[in-house]
């Protein structure tokens, strides 16, 4: 198939799903992307090649993507010690996971730019009075209001600047010290503090300090090793608003080609991942590592027309697929997709989504996410790419560094139905709390060292 050339524009004209088309001024939308061409780039280049190498890592089984923030970043509850948290519950899981499962770990937040969501209705409905569906902070207000409701171009501006903010910081912790080993035991959150699963914790970081000491006697010290010191951290987000994208997208000096500089990592989701619309046209254009949701309704062909379009050089990190199925359907619906990757010798990283298909309401009108499903779920991926030879390489969680309550389950600190009404701040769907993202850490690490013990990593040929 022959493509047309590509430009950051070449997307417009094109089917667009889940972008809103009632913006009530069209040229403040456009005053508003062009004052972002203007604007600095918020990642750069060599972030982006870098996190794609190590990807590659990852699609050939030598390492493990951990994938996971905001449900949907709000202008609200945007505060440096929320962001302190998430950040820090991340480096605990990914000890974790690289201390249980011998596994180096490629963290990646949703964070620095997940404002936009798509929705399932495009109008919401309360006591009789119909508006528009909140989108997100990037596009409207979360009040239910006429008002609030009405998309807002300065909404964009304000979103750059907040996440520009969030990577400063972001690159603080990473880089600044918050990240050295030797802070291990500070990681900790106060409201874990007694749980089966703090205790566990507890006793990996006890060890881990202690081979810090025996390798500080040795002469090996976060002041001689870098990599005890800081970590790699980016970012992504759904490249939803393609107006947005193309405002930030740039050419790169050094190489001639193009990086969407709005995060190292973008990926396509599950509802706009139609091969002759948008957003499909402007992600093969980038050279970014890019990710895409996979989920019921796609056909191994399809995919592997996907595949051809986005990854035609059959790059080893280029592209991550998020699987998200939900618990109950994992084990039907991925194992042909995964067999038709392994059979045409396609690269790719596999992560598992466990959140999105295990949205459930309750009685009282709360949507929320079992944990016992979403860890069958991750259980379940894993043991249908391990049947089909393929690396199960990462997992993508909606999770927050709040003490929230919006997940229902987990042993070490039990949600009930009714705790949902006491902490849910979420401005869009449920999120694990630390205390239960923490435990999953641990679920998965025991996962991938039982995999990995009985079989081997099995990499891709």
Not at 159 to 170: D, E, I, K, P, R
Not at 301 to 310: C, P, S, Y
Not at 371 to 397: A, R, T, Y
Not at 446 to 459: A, H, M, N
Request: proline residues 5%; hydrophobic residues 35%.
């Amino acid at each position: 198939m022959t493509q047309k050339r590509w430009s950051p524009s070449s997307w417009r004209g094109m089917p667009a799903l889940h972008i809103p088309d009632d913006y009530p001024d069209v040229q403040a939308l456009a005053d508003a992307e062009t004052e972002l061409k203007g604007y600095p780039p918020l990642v750069f280049a060599g972030e982006a090649q870098k996190l794609k190498q190590r990807l590659g890592e990852v699609a050939m089984g030598k390492a493990f993507l951990l994938q996971g923030g905001d449900c949907a970043e709000s202008f609200k509850e945007f505060h440096p010690d929320n962001l302190r948290d998430m950040f820090r519950v991340k480096m605990q899981m990914a000890v974790v996971l690289t201390y249980g499962a011998g596994q180096p770990v490629v963290k990646v937040g949703r964070i620095a730019g997940q404002f936009g969501k798509p929705r399932s209705s495009p109008v919401e409905v309360r006591d009789g009075i119909t508006l528009p569906s909140y989108r997100g902070d990037n596009i409207n207000g979360m009040e239910f209001s006429p008002e609030s409701r009405v998309p807002d171009p300065n909404r964009l501006i304000k979103a750059y600047g907040q996440s520009a903010s969030t990577l400063n910081l972001l690159r603080a912790f990473s880089m600044g010290g918050y990240a050295n080993l030797r802070n291990i035991h500070q990681w900790n959150l106060g409201f874990v503090e007694g749980s089966e699963t703090n205790e566990k914790y507890k006793v990996m970081a006890e060890k881990i300090s202690d081979a810090m000491d025996f390798m500080d006697a040795c002469g090996v010290t976060p002041d001689t090793t870098p990599q005890m010191a800081q970590t790699d951290y980016y970012t992504s987000h759904e490249g939803l608003l393609l107006g947005y994208e193309e405002a930030m997208t740039r050419i790169d000096s050094t190489s001639g080609r193009w990086y969407d500089t709005s995060a190292h990592m973008l990926w396509i989701g599950n509802r706009t991942r139609q091969l002759d619309h948008a957003h499909v046209e402007f992600f093969r254009g980038i050279d970014n590592p890019i990710a895409m949701k996979v989920g019921e309704g796609l056909e191994p062909d399809e995919l592997m027309q996907l595949l051809d379009v986005l990854n035609p050089h059959n790059e080893a990190g280029r592209i991550t697929l998020i699987a998200r199925y939900g618990h109950d359907k994992v084990a039907k619906g991925l194992p042909s997709l995964a067999r038709a990757v392994k059979r045409e010798g396609r690269h790719v990283v596999w992560s598992c989504d466990p959140m999105h298909g295990n949205t459930i309401k309750t009685g009282t009108g709360y949507k929320t996410r079992p944990f016992d499903n979403i860890l069958s779920e991750v259980k379940g991926f894993m043991q249908v790419l391990h049947s089909e030879n393929c690396w199960p390489g990462g997992v993508h969680f909606e999770m927050t560094g709040q003490n929230v309550t919006e997940c229902v389950g987990g042993s070490a600190q039990v949600v009930r139905e009714e705790d949902l009404s006491s902490r849910y701040h979420t401005h869009c769907d449920p999120r694990l709390n630390a205390t239960q993202a923490l435990e999953l850490a641990f679920q998965i690490a025991e996962e991938l060292k039982s995999y990995r013990k009985d079989e081997g990593v099995r990499l891709a040929s």
